[in-house]
């Protein structure tokens, strides 16, 4: 990824070299042979198009590498990362992790990163999300009696609904603290159901970027199958031809 960055450099040196110009140059029996129908010049266009075509995906790669979620970035296997997970082996990790899921659920941005709240969020992600919710509620310990301001999880039509509760945790006021500690202090339990969740949950973010980051990336394989498709078509017209 590093290398694309020369590639604006190396191009300035390709594209405005003549000894580059005149090496690229189509033979002339080649030329010849597809009945004089064709530019000589047509290398040199087309090394154009390949400039252009990789400084987009060099462009595209830079974007990438600075606004993908680090985890994401660093290990593109969930399966992998998930194994690896250091919350495994942290309370502490852990316990943050738990943090971002909910934040990355309900929090308009997590400290100095803009994590802008999922508009929709996507309906696999919600199942997998009351699922972990249930896992840590099955597991916490809320000693004898209610507690205040507990908000309700079993709905009139039978099903479970942790929104409200996730939301109260999440929150983490002081007053509620004894709702919310107990499920953090359970989290690091559940390490690795959190971090699966929270890569899967990052993966979702920034639509805005992954939408340019796409439209770049389409430019670039476009401008650089133009040459490729071109070169393709006059060899394969005057093999026809020939034939």
Not at 80 to 94: D, H
Not at 132 to 138: I, N, Q, R, S, V
Not at 191 to 201: F, G, T
Request: glycine share 8%.
């Amino acid at each position: 990824m590093r290398l694309t960055a020369l590639i604006p450099l190396i191009g300035i040196f390709l594209i405005f070299n003549q000894v580059t110009e005149k090496a690229l140059a189509w033979p002339t029996f080649l030329i010849n042979d597809l009945g004089g129908h064709f530019s000589a010049r047509l290398a040199t266009h087309n090394l154009y198009f390949t400039y252009f075509g990789l400084c987009l995906l060099g462009f595209g790669s830079m974007l990438f590498s600075i606004f993908c979620p680090r985890e994401i970035r660093d290990e593109p296997n969930i399966g992998k990362y998930v194994t690896e997970s250091p919350s495994a082996n942290s309370t502490v990790i852990a316990k943050d992790d738990f943090r971002t899921v909910l934040a990355l659920r309900f929090a308009r941005d997590i400290g100095d990163h803009d994590h802008r709240e999922l508009a929709n969020y996507p309906h696999e992600l919600e199942g997998d999300f009351h699922g972990l919710m249930e896992e840590l509620y099955g597991a916490v310990d809320f000693g004898d009696g209610d507690i205040d301001g507990m908000p309700e999880v079993m709905m009139g039509s039978g099903y479970l609904d942790f929104t409200e509760l996730a939301r109260v945790i999440w929150n983490h006021i002081r007053a509620q603290w004894a709702i919310s500690q107990p499920f953090y202090d359970v989290a690091p339990k559940f390490a690795r159901d959190i971090a699966y969740l929270k890569y899967k949950s990052l993966d979702y973010t920034r639509f805005s970027v992954r939408l340019g980051l796409a439209i770049i990336y389409l430019a670039g394989f476009l401008l650089l199958l133009k040459p490729t498709v071109q070169v393709f078509v006059l060899l394969l017209s005057a093999w026809l031809m020939g034939g």
